[in-house]
């Protein structure tokens, strides 16, 4: 089945129909609202097809990935969701029906980060679709931050990534996106990571470290381990 509800155009099956009647549709349009807005970006994406996705075979065939349990939801190509329907979610994945609303928000971000033409930093991409998801964050680290790249490990990207760009909020508060979207846009495919820690400084006055201690995310004791 199809059912188009503004600029979201969703492929389920009938025993989903329910949910989707019930959805909060105009609440996702504000948080689609707010993100375009965070992204300073003009115009808006072409529509965005949510297709729930209903097996682990199935999440193969549409993403490409090998499905693990902590997985819900990718982008696909040009505006498309892939996520787990809300009749499969939790017998499928250990996420909750309740986080799908969140998880819709986080890959929002990821569509306009892509449309925006940046060069894909995971830890910024996965740090600010976080930061849509839940603009909170109480991690900390012990750790100096080793990348500003990331793609290495999804743990450091999500995690030192949401505090990374809550610190950036929290300090700068409404210039924080602005000096974030002018500091992405910067950022070409040849620098290495010197340069982008350079880059970094030079937007933000402060290094990465400083601003997630001035938010309180730096643990007490020891930085040279990479836990977080």
């Known amino acids: 089945m199809i059912t188009q509800k503004g600029r979201f155009l969703i492929r389920h099956e009938e025993m989903d129909s329910d949910y989707l009647e019930r959805f909060d549709f105009e609440k996702l349009e504000e948080k689609y609202q707010e993100i375009k807005a965070f992204y300073l970006f003009e115009g808006d994406l072409p529509i965005v097809r949510v297709y729930f996705i209903y097996s682990p075979e199935e999440f193969l065939f549409l993403t490409g990935r090998k499905f693990e349990s902590w997985m819900s939801a990718t982008v696909g190509d ?3 969701i892939n996520i787990f329907a809300p009749s499969m979610i939790e017998k499928y994945t ?7 609303f969140r998880t819709i928000a986080h890959e929002l971000s990821h569509l306009f980060y892509g449309h925006s033409k940046f060069v894909n930093l995971p830890l910024f991409n996965e740090g600010i679709a976080e930061y849509h998801g839940d603009n909170h964050c109480d991690n ?41 979207i002018q500091f992405l846009k910067q950022i070409t495919k040849d620098m290495k990571e010197n340069d982008i820690f350079e880059l970094f400084k030079q937007n933000f006055g402060k290094d990465p470290d400083s601003l997630i201690k001035l938010k309180g995310g730096e643990k007490n004791g020891t930085r040279n381990c990479c836990n977080c």
């Open 78 to 80: 040009h505006s498309t």
């Open 140 to 180: 900390k680290i012990n750790f100096k931050l080793p990348t500003l790249i990331g793609g290495k490990d999804q743990k450091y990207d999500y995690g030192v990534g949401h505090l990374l760009v809550c610190s950036i909020m929290e300090y700068f508060r409404e210039q924080g996106n602005i000096k974030l």
């Open 94 to 100: 250990t996420h909750k029906k309740e986080s799908i």
